[in-house]
């Protein structure tokens, strides 16, 4: 989302705030409607009080539960301080949780290093982490975090990436019950196996970054339309995710009457 202030030159040439308002309003008008809205960082741009702010008052239009997650742009403490009345979040310390959803388990990882692009999850929050998992083996969950815990080929953001991501993966091996990862940080739609698991990077409502698999350091942004993943839950062992564009494309044809014989 990367929200940032409206008078500041990054705003100037992303749009942010509005974009994701529009998307808040895209997601209130999906039918049916989800139960859960989870976001996975960069939240805002600086980390600031008065970004957090802003991303408060777009969030109050949302009509669904949203859980929240930071990235390598977010600072934790003022995160935390800013959305101290969410009940799913800790009061301090790192930013994870789980919480469940109509009989599926969310968890949220932090991979925040202070004042660092790439992320890390440490013994402390891996040890969290296999805990939180072992106090409900049969429950059908769903891993979030904001680093890929893999590569993609795009080198710039490959450098930014989670620097511990083999230490996830026994963790993953031994909780039969995790279905699928998401994760940020790419702004681009890229999957992906990890230690058995489809892991996937959610598009950003903001920005794009550029597809560039030459093996050469190139980082750019394009304007490609803002998307959202829309995932469904079968009640059993899998998910189906759509890519979801916010902009209100119009339909081009429809078949009328009763389709199939």
């Known amino acids: 989302m990367h929200v940032s202030s409206s ?21 209130n008008a999906l039918s049916p409607r989800p139960d859960a809205v989870v976001m996975t960082g960069d939240l805002v741009n600086c980390g600031s009080s008065e970004e957090y702010e802003i991303l408060k008052g777009i969030l109050d239009k949302l009509e669904i539960p949203a859980y929240l997650g930071i990235g390598n742009h977010d600072n934790r403490e003022n995160f ?13 310390g790192f930013a994870q949780y789980a919480v469940d959803v109509e009989g599926l388990r969310l968890i949220m990882l932090d991979t ?32 979030f975090m904001h680093h890929p815990p893999f590569k993609t080929g795009i080198l710039a953001m490959d450098n930014m990436g989670l620097l511990d991501a083999d230490d996830l993966g026994p963790i993953i091996e031994n909780h039969p019950q995790i279905m699928r990862i998401f994760c940020g940080h790419f702004h681009r739609s890229i999957q992906s196996n990890f230690f058995g698991k489809q892991a996937q990077v959610c598009p950003s409502t903001s920005h794009t970054v550029l597809l560039h698999l030459e093996n050469e350091e190139r980082l750019a942004t394009k304007a490609e339309p803002p998307q959202i993943l829309l995932h469904i839950w079968d009640g059993k062992d899998d998910v189906i995710t759509h890519n979801s564009f916010i902009d209100d494309f119009p339909i081009m044809w429809e078949l009328e009457g009763k389709i199939g014989p």
């Not at 935390?80 to 301090?92: D, N, V």
């Open 112 to 143: 925040n290093i202070p004042g660092r692009a790439q992320g890390i999850l440490c013994q402390e929050r891996l040890d969290w982490l296999a805990k939180t998992l072992a106090e409900a083996p049969d429950t059908p969950t769903l891993l």
């Open 80 to 92: 935390l301080s800013s959305f101290a009345a969410e009940t799913y979040l800790p009061k301090e």
């Open 7 to 27: 008078d500041c030159e990054f705003d100037a040439l992303y749009h942010t705030a509005e974009k994701l308002g529009i998307a808040v309003k895209c997601v």
